[in-house]
C-alpha cells in the first residue's frame, strides 16, 4: 500500500472506533439513530476535509481491501466519498 492509502486506511480506522455500531437499540430509536447518523454525517466532513483531493480515489481503492469489509469502514467511506464529490476539494 502506498501512503496516502495508509494515512487513509488508519484514519477511517481511528474514527470508526469512536463511533459505535449501529445494535437493535440504537435502530429501535429515532432519536438515537439521527444522532449516529449526526454523528457519522460529521465524521465524514471531517475525514474528507483531513483526505483532500486525493481522498476520493484512495476511499475507493480502500473499499476494495479488508477495511472495506467492515460494515462501519465501508459506511463512513461511502459518505465520506459522498462529501468529496458534493464539495470537491
Not at 43 to 48: E, G, N, Q, R, Y
Not at 51 to 68: F, N, Q, Y
Request: hydrophobic content about 50%; some cysteine; overall charge negative.
Amino acid at each position: 500500500m502506498d501512503e496516502p492509502m495508509v494515512r487513509a486506511g488508519e484514519l477511517v480506522t481511528r474514527v470508526t472506533a469512536l463511533i459505535p455500531l449501529p445494535n437493535e437499540s440504537l435502530t429501535g430509536d429515532d432519536t438515537a439513530w439521527a444522532a449516529f447518523e449526526a454523528l457519522l454525517a460529521e465524521a465524514a466532513t471531517l475525514l474528507a476535509g483531513a483526505l483532500g483531493h486525493d481522498g476520493r480515489s484512495v476511499l475507493s481503492a480502500l473499499a476494495t481491501t479488508p477495511l472495506g469489509a467492515n460494515p462501519l469502514c465501508a459506511l463512513l467511506m461511502e459518505q465520506t466519498l459522498g462529501e468529496l464529490t458534493a464539495d470537491p476539494r
